[in-house]
């Protein structure tokens, strides 16, 4: 069956260090992938994302890796800043589901000045 | 920036009662979704909506709840009779096209049921 799911429920880093968020998914249907980050009380934003016919994708501060061979994702944040301390989920979209996204169960960054 | 609008951001209800919530996706999206976030846990999918028809839904969109375009800008989600473990933040979502077309969430609508 599907399933998306972070190996580290929390992680702490300080101001300016680089962070690495994991995800792992056992779908091999999914095709297409998204990183999303979540502040209390807030829907989830949209940060980055990643089609299956690629195995890196950059943005401003942010790339995110995929290994279609494991099955796994990563989200990497370069020089993390206190506005970046959030929730972060992955999330799957599998071929012809009618974009439904299946997510994952998130990982708490919290980054100490 | 175009945004998904949700309202009410809190409601109360008691239990058994009937709860609608609305949502206005962004205006040139053509696919309609809710999810539903219990407190401390992943978000799950419940519904998605394309010309004006249910696509796909999920196990726990049951005949509790139904799903509705009544006008050219609102989708709203009515949940008929609602239980205490209907307690969740409910997230509207639109995309212009499937998954990878613009897909962006609301800031949800925290539903309580007493």
């Known amino acids: 069956g599907e399933s998306v799911g972070l190996h580290l429920p929390t992680l702490s880093v300080q101001e300016g260090d680089n962070s690495i968020i994991n995800c792992a998914y056992s779908?091999?249907?999914?095709?297409?992938f998204i990183w999303y980050k979540q502040e209390s009380g807030k829907g989830p934003q949209f940060i980055i994302d990643?089609?299956?016919?690629?195995d890196k994708r950059q943005g401003q501060r942010v790339t995110v890796l995929l290994n279609k061979t494991v099955k796994h994702l990563s989200l990497q944040i370069a020089a993390t800043q206190p506005g970046d301390s959030a929730v972060y989920f992955c999330a799957e979209n599998v071929i012809g589901s009618y974009g439904k996204l299946t997510f994952g169960q998130g990982t708490i960054l919290t980054v100490h000045p | 920036e175009p945004e998904v609008t949700q309202t009410p951001s809190h409601q109360v209800t008691q239990m058994g009662q009937e709860v609608i919530l609305r949502c206005v996706p962004i205006s040139n999206h053509l696919y309609f979704y809710w999810y539903r976030q219990i407190l401390g846990q992943k978000v799950e999918f419940l519904v998605s909506f394309y010309n004006n028809e249910i696509s796909e839904k999920s196990e726990i969109f049951d005949d509790q709840f139904s799903v509705e375009r009544p006008d050219g800008s609102n989708f709203t989600l009515k949940i008929r009779s609602t239980k205490l473990e209907d307690s969740a933040m409910y997230f509207c979502?639109?995309?212009?096209?499937?998954?990878?077309?613009?897909?962006?969430f609301g800031s949800g609508t925290r539903l309580t049921v007493v």
């Open positions: 979502a639109s995309s212009g096209g499937l998954a990878n077309y613009g897909y962006t």
């Open positions: 779908n091999s249907a999914s095709d297409y």
């Open positions: 990643i089609r299956s016919n690629m």
